[in-house]
């Protein structure tokens, strides 16, 4: 930091000493006084120009003293035109204030923020340099989304994985959620999660951002982790006057039926002469909701295909979001500014979780000891369980599992000039966090209990009881309590530079830093009454409660009976010595503690040359190197003892870059990008650790050779804007990537430590995988009051070097086949209606030891509703309705008919109020 401090002195003397030529710089902004990013700033006459930033700001540098024709375009908008003159040493600052209208004929249908919404992500798009989509805030205030993740699974070409009804892990064209990054203001986010690298996608309320950036073809100055694409979110900038917006609002969660409540309030305003600019942000949210779900493992008996493990499980979710974020810049005059922003994520989520499981199934199946009494049914006997989850009692706990997530970032960089030089800088902290305070866990189990097998409709699956009330008399299994804590640190910065090399080239180069440490402690513990008998024996001699529901979304046959109330577990006192004896159970969890720490160090250069006004190449090469050390543990079962595992890895990778673009006409672009690309492991992946549970009989193992995957990537893409609002895009996409990352379960295995017969799973890396798609996307407004949102998209994929199945012509997991996207709206000047059509074919998730044993995440439809009317231009009240087909999260076993995982969750709705007070 010092060395950047004295590097920023001696520019600032520099340019203080004056400039050989001219600056042109100047600001964009519609008739409301609202910043236009994206527009096109044009020298007319020449090939010079450029396009304005988030703020609507703008720079030209290096330009002979004399008279110029500026020339600005934005789609929606009539051009505007102004004369500038340069003079030697001066900065010249121009105005512009676009207004709507016609152009040569051709209608500019503008209703109210959505379409300008609209407008400003398609100028953006339509001018960036690279291949990209973006949603505007306004943009994602026209869909039914309470997150980020919701909002992103409207763009072409991304699905989203579920959890509890929200989309959280993202899929870019069919790759995998560790092929992605996520990025706020440029910066990668670090991840709650303990074993993997994924962000959490429904921890970011949708009102918190500005401006969804997916950045499909990397330029050689983006960080290159990003096989499938990068996501970059934009939080918002400071506005050019006073403003204060928000929202109030509440709706039900059907399967709850409980209040939704949601609350958002934005703040901005500019001081000090508009030197200083301020923004503040706050969100909240809260839900009660749940989930109605069955899961099945399936296995191939010796006497044919059936169950080995079944659950009924019902889920009781409490979720509370909140956010808030601010926002600063300072200019000090017109060639230097500096800024500071900073986000504050936190969510809470509650959980009891009522879970029925029959399991050693498979000892009856191939034994012969069942009854069929018809096609299908099946009497026989298994280990019956009856499970509560929950937590201590307490203020901040609840009596239930608490999640308490927590991502926040602080940034503070600048930007100046210095004659011809252009220099960015940035510094950032970063962390993510995951607690979850004892939490708690009872039990009740029997083995030999007569069971019903259903598996006459392997969609629906069923095992239980065949006398309900032989529930009361299973006996006390396990009473535990864990703890749980993942945390993920990150130091990064950077610093860019843009140097006109000539009147039609910019070279721009730079460094980079990124810093992390990973670490994830828990801890687990059993306690056995003293007194069994005077604690309850059985479930049916503790407080218990019957929590089956007669309108069970994943049918009326799954009854899922008593359980042991979550207030009881909560309340019991497990310190006390004299009620329970504690027993540590490493086993549990020793393995999977670890820490991490990873150090980027990062370069590039590029070169952006304007070879004619239509036609312009971007070549540059990248450099990173990485350097990971991690300690982890591994558990002797035998003499449970522990024994520290650690590694390390150090690696640079080298990766070139192209990107052209043609400018057909005004509108049209056509666009073609070759890069390269890396997705480093999982930082637990890596640990050498062990993991066995002798219940279970499954054994999982890290890997300290596993690679990183790297990726060579071509992209084509045509774009057709239209002016009044619109786009019709078509492309092509093809990825060779080598080293690709798996996780492979195989059965039956043995292991000269741990035993035979077991369930082993583990990351390893394939050979090579070859991803091809077709992408294209409709958006227009139809007619006056009607629009059109359309996309699809095609991806196909095949690998090598598969560990044990070579010879079968395997997909790479995670990619989904189809893709698509519909949206059609009516709107006037008050009024807005819009349904929504999301959908994404199914896709192999997890791989197996044979195609029988693979998981698969089924197919899905979201259908959704939303219409705001306008009370007054500041005031708009809203209703929304999502998940209108109460599409389940299902996964497969081997054939789409074999249901390995369905959970529901119903639709919810909102009613509400937004407002917009001043601009």
């Not at 020449?46 to 030209?60: L, P």
């Not at 869909?143 to 993202?170: H, S, V, W």
């Amino acid at each position: 930091m010092r060395k950047l401090m004295l590097l920023l002195v001696s520019l600032m003397s520099i340019s203080i000493l004056g400039n050989a030529q001219g600056i042109l710089k100047g600001k964009v902004i519609d008739e409301q006084n609202l910043s236009l990013p994206g527009a096109s700033v044009l020298i007319k006459g020449t090939a010079k120009g450029t396009t304005t930033n988030q703020n609507g700001e703008f720079s030209i540098v290096n330009l002979d003293p004399g008279q110029y024709e500026i020339l600005v375009s934005y789609l929606g908008y009539r051009s505007a035109e102004q004369r500038v003159e340069i003079e030697e040493n001066k900065t010249v600052f121009l105005e512009f204030v676009m207004e709507e209208g016609s152009i040569e004929g051709v209608e500019i249908v503008v209703f109210g923020d959505r379409l300008k919404g609209q407008a400003k992500a398609l100028n953006q798009q339509k001018n960036n340099a690279n291949i990209t989509n973006i949603v505007s805030a306004d943009q994602i205030g026209r869909f039914p989304d309470a997150n980020i993740g919701d909002a992103l699974k409207r763009i072409p070409g991304i699905t989203m994985q579920n959890d509890q009804g929200e989309a959280r892990n993202i899929i870019i064209r069919g790759m995998a959620p560790q092929l992605n990054s996520v990025t706020l203001n440029g910066e990668r986010i670090p991840s709650a999660e303990g074993d993997n690298r994924n962000v959490q996608m429904d921890l970011i309320p949708s009102d918190m951002i500005q401006t969804i950036e997916v950045n499909k073809a990397v330029l050689p100055s983006m960080d290159a982790d990003a096989i499938g694409g990068s996501v970059n979110l934009v939080t918002r900038q400071a506005p050019n006057g006073l403003r204060v917006s928000g929202t109030a609002a509440s709706g039900v969660n059907l399967l709850s039926n409980k209040p939704i409540w949601t609350g958002g309030l934005i703040i901005g305003n500019r001081f000090l002469d508009d030197k200083l600019g301020m923004i503040f942000s706050a969100s909240y949210n809260n839900h009660n909701f749940g989930s109605d779900n069955i899961e099945a493992v399936w296995y191939n008996s010796d006497n044919g295909v059936a169950l080995e493990e079944f659950d009924i499980r019902e889920y009781r979710v409490q979720r509370v979001r909140r956010s808030a974020s601010l926002a600063l810049d300072y200019e000090f005059n017109s060639n230097h500014k500096i800024y500071f922003s900073g986000m504050y994520n936190h969510r809470d989520d509650w959980e009891n979780r009522f879970r029925m499981r029959v399991s050693q199934l498979d000892d009856s199946f191939d034994d012969g000891d069942f009854t069929q009494s018809s096609p299908g049914v099946f009497q026989t006997q298994g280990r019956v369980e009856f499970q509560t989850k929950g937590g201590l009692d307490s203020d901040r706990i609840k009596a239930a599992r608490l999640e308490d997530q927590r991502v926040y970032n602080l940034t503070m960089g600048g930007h100046h000039l210095f004659d011809k030089l252009v220099m960015d800088w940035s510094l950032t902290y970063a962390k993510a966090s995951e607690e979850r305070p004892n939490e708690r866990y009872i039990s009740f189990r029997s083995s030999r209990q007569d069971v019903l097998v259903d598996i006459s409709n392997p969609r629906k699956p069923l095992s239980q009881l065949i006398n309900p009330a032989d529930n009361f008399g299973i006996g006390l299994n396990e009473i535990s309590e864990q703890y749980s804590y993942t945390s993920d640190r990150d130091i990064n910065s950077k610093i860019d530079f843009k140097y006109p090399y000539s009147n039609k080239g910019i070279l721009q180069f730079g460094a980079r830093y990124r810093g992390k440490a990973k670490d994830r402690n828990n801890n687990f513990f059993e306690y056995e009454p003293v007194d069994e008998d005077a604690f309850g024996a059985t479930l049916g001699s503790v407080p218990n409660f019957d929590y089956s529901e007669p309108g069970y979304l994943a049918g009326s046959q799954y009854q899922i009976g008593n359980f042991a109330d979550p207030l009881f577990l909560g309340n019991l006192n497990l310190s006390n010595s004299s009620l329970f004896e504690e027993g540590d159970l490493l086993e549990e969890y020793i393995s999977g503690n670890f820490t991490a720490k990873e150090t980027i160090t990062g370069a590039y250069v590029m070169a952006d040359h304007q070879f004619s006004q239509k036609f312009s190449l971007i070549g540059g090469l990248r450099i990173e190197n990485t350097a990971i050390t991690y300690n982890g543990n591994v558990f002797d079962v035998d003499n449970e003892t522990v024994s520290p595992a650690t590694g390390d890895q150090n690696y640079t990778n080298v990766m070139p870059g192209l990107h052209f673009k043609y400018d057909i006409n005004e509108n049209s672009v056509l666009r073609f990008a070759w890069s390269n690309t890396i997705a480093r492991p999982n930082y637990f992946d890596l640990v050498p650790y062990a993991a066995f549970s002798p219940e279970d009989e499954e054994l999982e193992r890290g890997n300290p050779n596993l690679r990183a995957a790297t990726a060579m990537n071509f992209d084509l893409m045509a774009e057709r804007y239209y002016q009044n609002v619109g786009l019709f895009s078509a492309g092509a996409f093809y990825k060779d990537i080598d080293d690709f990352v798996y996780t492979i379960t195989t059965q039956g295995f043995s292991d000269p430590q741990f035993g035979t017969n077991l369930q082993y799973s583990r990351p390893e890396n394939g050979g090579t995988a070859s991803v091809y798609g077709l992408e294209t996307s409709f958006q227009r407004q139809l007619f006056k009051n009607i629009g059109l949102y359309l996309n699809y998209t095609f991806t196909e994929s095949s690998t090598t070097g598969i560990e044990g199945r070579d010879n079968e012509d395997l997909v790479l997991p995670g990619t989904a086949k189809h893709m698509f996207n519909a949206s059609l709206s009516y709107e006037n000047e008050r009024l807005v209606v819009r349904v929504s059509l999301n959908y994404a074919s199914d896709y192999l998730d997890e791989l197996g030891g044979e195609g029988f044993e693979d998981r698969f995440y089924d197919e899905q439809t979201f259908l959704d509703v939303n219409a705001s009317y306008a009370i007054t231009p500041k005031w708009r009240i809203f209703a929304e309705g999502n998940n209108l087909t109460n599409q389940p999260l299902r996964y497969y076993q081997g054939i789409q008919a074999r249901t390995m995982q369905a959970e529901y969750y119903n639709a919810r709705f909102n009613f509400g109020l937004k407002f917009d007070l001043f601009r």
